[in-house]
């Protein structure tokens, strides 16, 4: 007898949705119909309730670091990432790096 929720499986793609904090990581296997969007992967995978403070209004997610949009459509094989917001831009973080060794660097030596 011909089992119809066979052939639904098999013409799945698997992906998974990575989302990582400072002191733990998650990455999830989820099996998406093609066609898929990214979004579509997140909401299957139960990382939302797993982790409420993820926005999916202001976080950026990526495939494999590259940023992407939620509508973008899956491969078998992708990583969808949610990138949590920056605490500090990466500019103003190496000015004030800086600005912290030439002050360092200026201070008197005692001997």
């Known amino acids: 007898m011909h ?4 052939d639904m499986d098999t013409d799945m793609i698997e992906v ?11 990455i999830l296997a989820v099996r998406v119909p093609p066609g898929s969007t990214a979004k579509q992967a997140i909401e299957a995978s139960g990382i939302l309730q797993r982790y ?9 997610i990526g495939i494999f ?3 992407c949009k939620l509508d973008r459509v899956l491969e078998a094989g ?3 990432e949610i990138y949590r ?8 973080k190496r000015r ?9 660097k200026t201070q008197p030596k005692t001997d």
């Open 3 to 6: 089992n119809p929720d066979a």
């Open 16 to 26: 998974e949705v990575a989302y990582a904090l400072p002191q733990e990581q998650s």
């Open 52 to 60: 409420p403070q993820i926005d999916l209004e202001t976080d950026r």
């Open 65 to 67: 670091s590259k940023v």
């Open 78 to 80: 992708d990583r969808v």
């Open 85 to 92: 917001p920056l605490l500090i831009d990466p500019k103003e």
């Open 96 to 104: 004030r790096r800086a600005e912290q060794n030439a002050a360092h």
